[in-house]
């Protein structure tokens, strides 16, 4: 039977440093071959929670494996299956790009002949081939990026951890760096990805969890985290102001605004909802200029999670 174990596990990470709290105590189920972004506000603990999984440092309490192995007792265990790309580029800029991959395989233990082998893999796979005689000091940063997956990918890890690998990229550098992690899932492998791009978490993950304070506040499918959240509507635009007065009349609870010609009304996006607001229109023979949907994003769920968050924690202070 095939291994069907989850790829990163935790129960009740904590982690403090003196009075203050990073980790309050989080639980993850992350399946093999899915990308799972982690997303919150700097402190949120998002990057401690990546220290404590690829065994940099050690949680005060709770459990954790990865790839089968227990953080706390078989780090290299861990480290054997795992490739760690940081919040910043890890590569020597004196090296050059195919020296650079090259010392990661000696690290990595692997034989002369095999480190040039997947060395020459990797410098295809990352369209780095022109650059690979290059100091790395003269590439530009979407190409330093890539270089450092590139090493991280040396060992061929079953899981790979990164974090926030996108900051200070174009967005040319960032959309090919999304096509990079969607291969790499699609070969089996499995990432967990802290950003602050919700749009990226958007386009990568199969899972979202929300971090706030330390604690993990929501979790659950893009598409599952969005329909928490109030505010989708349908924008309709009238060619006159006799237009809008007979919409007002036919399709009640809506926002008008007679500037714009135009009328707001509360939708959840859903193609039969809009269907049915269709049909009204069709039936009462309104014509309308323009017709615009808007669904929440994560940009809404992320901010009214941690406006959550804030608001019960006045009222705890209060």
Not at 104 to 109: E, I, S
Request: net charge negative; proline share 5%; no cysteine.
């Amino acid at each position: 039977m095939p291994d069907i174990r989850p790829a990163i596990t935790a129960t009740g990470l904590r982690k403090a440093y003196g009075e203050h709290v990073v980790l309050d105590g989080i639980d993850l189920r992350i399946p093999q071959g899915s990308v799972y972004a982690l997303l919150g506000p700097n402190g949120a603990g998002k990057t401690t929670t990546v220290h404590i999984l690829s065994t940099l440092i050690r949680a005060d309490a709770g459990e954790a494996a990865v790839a089968g192995h227990d953080v706390a007792r078989d780090p290299d265990g861990v480290r054997s299956a795992i490739g760690l790309t940081g919040q910043f580029a890890a590569v020597d800029a004196l090296l050059t790009g195919e020296e650079n991959l090259l010392l990661m395989a000696d690290l990595r233990h692997l034989g002369r002949r095999e480190g040039r082998r997947r060395t020459r893999e990797l410098l295809e796979q990352f369209d780095l081939v022109d650059a690979a005689r290059k100091p790395a000091s003269t590439f530009s940063g979407g190409m330093r990026r890539r270089l450092d997956l590139a090493m991280t990918l040396v060992g061929d890890p079953r899981v790979i951890f990164l974090d926030e690998p996108t900051t200070g990229l174009d967005p040319r550098s960032r959309r090919t760096m999304w096509q990079i992690i969607r291969d790499l899932v699609t070969g089996g492998v499995t990432i967990l990805l802290t950003s602050q791009y919700l749009e990226e978490a958007d386009q990568l993950a199969d899972r979202v969890g929300v971090l706030d304070g330390g604690r993990l506040v929501a979790e659950g499918t893009p598409a599952e985290l969005k329909r928490r959240v109030p505010g989708g509507h349908v924008r309709l635009r009238f060619a006159d102001l006799p237009g809008l007065d007979s919409a007002v009349t036919v399709l009640s609870g809506g926002a008008r605004d007679d500037e714009a010609l135009t009328l707001q009304i509360p939708h959840d996006g859903s193609p039969r909802a809009l269907k049915g607001l269709l049909d009204r229109l069709d039936d009462a023979a309104l014509d309308v200029d323009a017709l615009t949907v808007h669904t929440p994003d994560l940009d809404d769920v992320f901010l009214a999670l941690t406006d959550i968050r804030t608001e019960k924690e006045e009222a705890r202070a209060s």
